[in-house]
């Protein structure tokens, strides 16, 4: 069980160090703006909206918005007291 979990943090671990890696590489800008493209090909074609306007998404969940709306008053009160 723990040589599991202990392998699992290790892989997490080093693949995000390489995933960082490949990122500045010629291949991994290029691969991801690949990605990128084939993603926002296909958010067009399936019709998929993956960032909404926040009005649509305040009228569609009313609750979440007013606790939303709470939370970012305290914390500008929060903040206006240090």
Do not use: C, H
């Amino acid at each position: 069980m723990w040589f599991f979990l202990i392998s699992n943090i290790a892989g997490s671990i080093l693949g995000s160090a390489a995933n960082s890696w490949f990122a500045d590489t010629k291949l991994g800008i290029w691969f991801y703006k690949k990605v990128d493209n084939v993603s926002t090909w296909a958010s067009k074609k399936l019709g998929l909206k993956v960032l909404q306007d926040e009005n649509t998404w305040r009228k569609k969940y009313p609750n979440v918005s007013k606790k939303l709306d709470v939370l970012e008053a305290r914390l500008e009160k929060l903040e206006k007291e240090k």
